[in-house]
């Protein structure tokens, strides 16, 4: 079993920056994707941004530019850093591991096996 807990949410002003950190225990997750999705009120759960097992990263057209995926296998986190945000990126945000056997079709929610709780980001206008 994995267990993931994210952190770093809040409210912050549009045109700010906000780092979530998404922390992982029970296994070693150097051979697992790594995601973040995000849902807001509404609204279908949608990916953001992930992390393959070997460090590629790949992005939504909504966050490019603006967003950075990043991890840390010696700490078993994986990182998101949101820069220049818009009260449209406003939503609950999710992290998710997926086992690197279940494919490699990263936007989708049905490659990650592993959610956590999500963590409020807020972004007022």
């Known amino acids: 079993q994995v267990q993931l807990v994210e952190s770093g949410g809040g409210l912050v002003q549009a045109g700010g920056s906000l780092r979530l950190s998404c922390a992982a225990s029970?296994?070693?997750?150097?051979?697992?994707?790594l995601g973040w999705f995000r849902q807001a009120p509404g609204k279908e759960r949608e990916f953001v941004a992930a992390?393959?097992?070997?460090?590629?990263?790949h992005y939504a057209d909504s966050v490019k530019g603006r967003f950075t995926i990043s991890r840390d296998n010696a700490k078993n986190t994986v990182y998101l850093q949101m820069n220049s945000l818009k009260p449209e990126d406003t939503a609950v945000y999710y992290c998710?591991?997926?086992?690197?056997?279940?494919?490699?079709?990263?936007?989708?929610?049905?490659?990650?096996?592993?959610w956590g709780q999500g963590t409020q980001v807020t972004v007022s206008s």
């Open positions: 992390i393959s097992w070997s460090a590629s990263t």
């Open positions: 998710a591991a997926g086992y690197r056997g279940y494919g490699s079709n990263f936007p989708h929610p049905g490659v990650y096996g592993y």
């Open positions: 029970g296994r070693t997750l150097s051979s697992y994707a």
